[in-house]
Every structure is written in structure tokens, then in C-alpha cells.
């Protein structure tokens, strides 16, 4: 098995969520949309972010929020599938 990194932007605020298992800062709203985002990037999941990476857009669609104004990350993400 081979791991295949990639970087992935998504919401910021996910972040402790993906990569901590913490969800404590999250509401049920937005735990589901951030549980439909990870689906959505599988079989990819994210390990880390990127430092600095972090900015605002307002196109929070885009990344899975379910607002226009939200600050988004890269986040280093992994596979583990075979290529």
C-alpha cells in the first residue's frame, strides 16, 4: 500500500475536528456539514493543516460551510490507497 499525500482547502474552524478527534467547539449543524465534507474528499483524510495557510473568502460554499463568509484552510491530507 502506497500513502498519496495531497493538500485539500477547506473550513478552518473543522481542523481540531479532523485532525484531533475534538468536536466540542462544533454544533450538531455544523458537525454534519463537516462530516459531509470529509466524505466528500474520501478516501483522502486530513493530518495536519499548512502554517499561514489560513484566509478568508466569501465563497464558504465552496468549501463545504453553509455560509458565504467563512475562513478556510489547506489542509495536508492522506490516503492510503494502492496506485
Same mark, same amino acid.
Given at each position: 500500500?502506497? #500513502?498519496?499525500? =495531497? &493538500? #485539500?482547502? +477547506?473550513?478552518?474552524?473543522?481542523?481540531?475536528?479532523?485532525?484531533?478527534? =475534538? =468536536?466540542?467547539?462544533?454544533? %450538531?449543524?455544523?458537525?454534519?456539514?463537516? =462530516?459531509?465534507?470529509?466524505?466528500? #474528499?474520501?478516501? /483522502? /483524510?486530513?493530518? $495536519?493543516?499548512? &502554517?499561514?495557510?489560513?484566509?478568508? !473568502?466569501?465563497? +464558504? !460554499?465552496?468549501? +463545504?460551510?453553509?455560509?458565504?463568509?467563512?475562513?478556510?484552510? !489547506?489542509? #495536508?491530507?492522506? $490516503?492510503? %490507497? $494502492?496506485?
Amino acid at each position: 500500500m502506497t #500513502i498519496i499525500c =495531497d &493538500e #485539500i482547502d +477547506g473550513v478552518a474552524h473543522w481542523a481540531s475536528y479532523f485532525i484531533n478527534g =475534538d =468536536d466540542s467547539g462544533l454544533d %450538531e449543524c455544523d458537525k454534519r456539514l463537516a =462530516d459531509i465534507w470529509l466524505s466528500s #474528499i474520501a478516501p /483522502y /483524510y486530513p493530518v $495536519s493543516t499548512v &502554517e499561514g495557510s489560513e484566509r478568508f !473568502t466569501w465563497s +464558504g !460554499t465552496l468549501y +463545504g460551510a453553509d455560509c458565504s463568509g467563512v475562513t478556510v484552510c !489547506t489542509y #495536508i491530507c492522506y $490516503s492510503g %490507497e $494502492s496506485v
